[in-house]
């Protein structure tokens, strides 16, 4: 079977995220070694990269809020480990800002590859901007693809995992433009008997199908 032809499983939603031990700026590191935590997995095309630069810092310095949620940063591309502590350095001398969280040095494209982050026609070489938010449980609960180009807003990603968070806590959903304090969305319901009894619930009611509520503090 040719390179053409072969067939590549791709992650999927709310299935088991792929194992992986890999070296990393903290060592080599597993992504068992975060089971319990939140994990944000993300890629970047190649070190000393303006975008990417730009991306790195924004993680940087969000860092210690993604701390205080319980989730872990990873980052990765297909550098040496070498590469990227001289581009750690550098962000640090240049931005005023040190990157804390490990960095994963995929030279192999091993992880790259279980996480379908290389796509040829993007770039055969480097991975694309990714995004995967990881449970506890070490479940993937969702997916963010970029291209080169593109850099990725921060506070949206930690958005997405506050609303991840308050689904799994609280069994409730967000709607557009969510904020941590807004009113969420009351899952509906699924009988007519209990159609019936949310128009007379408290809920702020706006049909039998939608509904909202105060996220529980």
């Known amino acids: 079977m040719t390179e053409e032809t072969r067939t590549v499983t791709l992650p999927r939603l709310n299935e088991p995220a792929p194992q992986f031990t890999a070296p990393s700026t903290a060592g080599e590191i597993k992504l068992s070694d ?64 040190k990157v804390t969280f490990p960095v994963i040095a995929d030279l192999s494209m091993d992880v790259a590859s279980k996480y379908g982050m290389v796509h040829p026609g993007a770039s055969a070489t480097a991975a694309v901007r990714c995004v995967f938010v990881i449970d506890p449980q070490q479940n993937i609960r969702a997916m963010m693809y970029y291209p080169l180009t593109t850099g990725r807003v921060i506070g949206e990603i930690k958005r997405l995992v506050q609303a991840l968070q308050l689904n799994t806590q609280h069994g409730l959903a967000t709607p557009e433009g969510w904020q941590p304090g807004d009113k969420c969305i009351v899952p509906p319901p699924a009988t007519a008997k209990a159609a019936d009894e949310r128009v007379k619930s408290d809920y702020e009611v706006t049909d039998w199908y939608f509904s909202k509520t105060n996220a529980p503090s």
């Not at 935590?37 to 000393?48: C, I």
């Not at 993604?66 to 990873?74: D, H, S």
């Open 34 to 97: 975060y089971k319990g935590k939140w994990v944000v997995l993300f890629s970047h095309p190649a070190d000393f990269t303006p975008v990417c630069t730009t991306e790195f810092v924004g993680f940087a310095k969000a860092a210690p809020e993604f701390e205080a949620m319980n989730t872990q940063l990873i980052g990765l591309s297909i550098d040496s480990v070498y590469s990227h502590i001289a581009w750690m350095r550098s962000i640090e001398q240049h931005f005023d800002v």
